[in-house]
């Protein structure tokens, strides 16, 4: 069989070729395979990648709905985070909600010149007088850096004023290669400032957190409704519609849920030293994956009657859209798809498209690190580069007063040989043998893969829907779900059977004919 890598490496010159081919790889479970990650995008390829800003401010932090979050820089920063991720959030009783907002300080050329720290503090007042909000956020673009406006200086000045909580993100677009350095910036400052502040006290002691679920097209509410319905209390969300009071007494759930390792698995680990609280990896996307999450979580919390309901739980949901689940899977069985999103989603997705019978034949991050590839075993393998030490690490002890391990020692290691207890296993291992998986994909690679492979669908997001609908391909937007959802859990699996079938089978696909399939792209003449 052909080497689909080699085909698309073969257009490269030899710096860009060495570079690449270490990104990709075709799965051969009988090799301990390797594939390099979280490191430079070479200069004027397309990537997909987004910056650390996007990944503190926009991904992290966004979705907390009751503080305030300043970016501070030009304008074009807040602008283009106002919204464009779909960080949806419910309105509810007294709990502010200022998520519709764009907060920024609109940076001007004087202010680079002469500095941004008055116009920062001026934007606080103004926060404060029209809407005294209890925590404000501060998050930096590249020009703050480069100029050193000193921000920590700014939210201490505030903290001191205000009697308010604020944290300031030294999180400009240029550190590190990718969102992923953003998702790190802000774990630390929620973990340093936030995390263990408050004084909420779960009401059950099936008490839990949901890390690394960010509410997009309401897959959050999803989850929480199928664990409430089995009696479980979800003390915060990190960070869909999450609450910034709530996040702050975290500390106290008994168990962590991990659903995007990427984003967050940092705040698990360190809310584990810091606080006893274990975590598991869990996976909503998909029948299965969400039937296997519900029964694990049940076997660490060891109750019969809260593993019956479970059980009857899952029997209910089941039968509740299995017919539907039938029908779209007959219309879809066989097909083939490619997934290309930031991070975890290339991963979960493909149990939800096995569900549909859909096979994944090629899958990659844009900035997932080796972990989410081969598996945390590998963690200790990793070499920091210059990059990644440019990152704040921090590091956490016990909590003598606020440590709590639900678990005894003997109970957990029985539990961590049946149950993904602080584990998980990477992506490749779910994956065919003979399939493909590239990091940080580029757009030269997208359209070649797609000739080669032929996938009959292909996941990703903005930046290359609409090149790959152009050829031919079914496109779907991993990132926003073009604007559907819930994807997760027992509905969600639906309604995207739905979005596929009606995606698939539209009869558009037979009305268009591509204009390079019947002329050449290059005629015409030019200044007419
Ligand atoms: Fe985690 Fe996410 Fe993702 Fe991500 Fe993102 Fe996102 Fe994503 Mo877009 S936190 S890694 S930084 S699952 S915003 S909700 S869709 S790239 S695959
Ligand atoms: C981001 C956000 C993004 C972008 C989506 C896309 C999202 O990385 O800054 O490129 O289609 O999910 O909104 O990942």
Known sequence: SIDANAVVLERYNAKVFKNRKEHMLKVNPAEDQIIIANTRAIPGIMTNRGCCYAGCKGVVLGPIKDMVTITHGPVGCGFYSWGTRRNKAKAEGDTPNYIQYCFTTDMQEPDIVFGGTKKLKKAIDEIMELMHPKTIMIAATCPVGLIGDDIQAVAAEAEQEYGIRCV???????????QSAGHHIANNGLMKRVIGTGDYEPATKYSINILGEYNIGGDGWEQERILKKIGYEVVSVFTGDGEVERIASSHKANLNLVQCHRSINYIAEMMKTKYGVDWLKVNFIGLEGTVQSLRDMAAYFGDPELAQRTEQVIAEELAEVQDQMAAYKARLNGKTAALFVGGSRSHHYQGLLQDL???????????????????????????????????????????????HAYLTQEQYDKLAAEIPLEKYHGMIRDMDEGTYVVDDLNMYEAEKFMEILKPDMFFSGIKDKYALQKAGTLSRQLHSYDYSGPYAGFKGATQFGYDLCMGYFTPAWHMVTPPWKNRATLQGTVGE
């Open 168 to 178: 300031a993100y030294s999180c400009e677009g240029y550190k590190g290669v990718s």
């Open 357 to 403: 019978g859909i096979k994944t034949v090629l899958a990659g991050y844009e900035f997932g690190h080796r972990d989410d590839y081969e598996g945390r075993e590998i963690i200790p393998n990793i070499k920091d580069d210059a990059d990644s030490k440019n990152i704040e690490h921090i590091t956490v002890e016990k909590d003598e007063k606020k440590y």
